[in-house]
């Protein structure tokens, strides 16, 4: 791969009773993010992580450690390396396909970790004709291999010139949706409430490009390693004004102003108010509406990002 990045695994990649030489490299890394070490602020030496007894105190050297399960308070049944090294599967060195999907099948909230998968020298032809039947054919593949002294689930898809690996997570680590949502209350909105919404959505609309998001806590961090390396005073941070609208309707009232009047220089949110209810109730918006929405603001008009 280019870059001279290592590969994370190599081995075959089997369809069929086709098979060609592929290797995984890592698509996402966080190698370069800002990194600390723990000092000692006394003496300014970095300190070192020590193991110790949880009862005596005293340090355990790392020939003594071993690791345990725990069956009750406080007892642990002691696992030796030996035993844990004997339940590893082994591995092949293949990633075999066992099934071909389509591409949304698979809810995104089993993604683990995306790997980039390329062909060897010797096997770029029955690699290529693997990825553009895929893609013609609007699929992605299950996989299984040993990945990391683990039998691990593997989701492939065409990606640019190669296929991108994806590690799943197993159903018993993904936790239940119904749990997380099980106490949401059942409402269902309507009307004007709903129509500013989608307005406001409608307003915002682009497109998903990854350049356009920047990581501010690390530009932070940063900014302040060389403001404290150059002796500057460092900046006060401003202070946030949290907003307490008197109401939902009101805030998606506002909001939906300000974006119309930054998009057009008038307010389309008038209109939309107007005439999400009609009748009475329609008039009422119409008034409210206007008054949420001055015209004499106006704020540039950006894609979502």
């Keep these: 791969m280019a870059g001279g990045q290592r590969a994370q695994w190599k081995g075959f990649l089997k369809f069929g009773e086709v098979s060609c030489g592929a290797a995984l490299y890592t698509a996402a890394s966080t190698s370069d993010r800002i990194s600390f070490n723990m000092i000692n602020k006394a003496s300014g030496n970095k300190v070192n992580r020590i193991y110790v007894d949880s009862e005596t105190e005293d340090p355990v050297p790392r020939e003594d450690q071993v690791k345990g399960f725990e069956i009750d308070n406080g007892q642990y049944l ?4 030996e035993e844990i090294a004997a339940t590893i599967p082994e591995s092949n060195k293949t990633l075999s396909v066992e099934a071909f999907i389509p591409c949304d099948e698979i809810d995104d909230v089993y993604f683990d970790k995306p790997y980039y998968l390329t062909p060897d020298k010797m096997g770029g032809d029955a690699f290529v004709a693997l990825r553009d039947a895929m893609r013609k054919s609007k699929v992605a ?23 991108i ?13 119904a749990k997380a949502f099980e106490e949401m209350p059942k409402l269902k909105i309507e009307g004007e409430m709903l129509d500013l919404a989608k307005h406001i959505i409608s ?19 940063a900014e302040l390693v060389k403001t404290k390396i150059e002796g500057k005073a460092l900046p006060k941070p401003k202070k946030v004004e949290v907003s307490k609208p008197n109401d939902l309707l009101a805030a998606l009232r506002e909001s939906a102003g300000l974006l119309a009047s930054g998009a057009n220089g008038k307010s389309k949110a008038t209109r939309t108010a107007a005439n999400a209810n009609q009748g009475s109730s329609g008039k009422a918006a119409r008034g409210t509406a206007s008054k949420a929405a001055p015209s004499s603001r106006s704020t540039s008009h950006r894609k979502a990002s």
């Design 203 to 221: 307003t915002k609309k682009g497109e998903f490009d990854p350049a356009t998001f920047n990581d501010r806590y690390e530009t932070a961090l």
């Design 78 to 81: 002691q696992i030796d390396p």
């Design 165 to 177: 690996a994806t590690t799943l997570n197993y159903d018993y680590e993904v936790r239940s949706s």
């Design 141 to 163: 593949a299950v996989a299984r291999a040993v990945l990391f002294r683990r039998m691990r689930t593997v989701l492939i898809r065409p990606h640019g010139k190669g296929l």
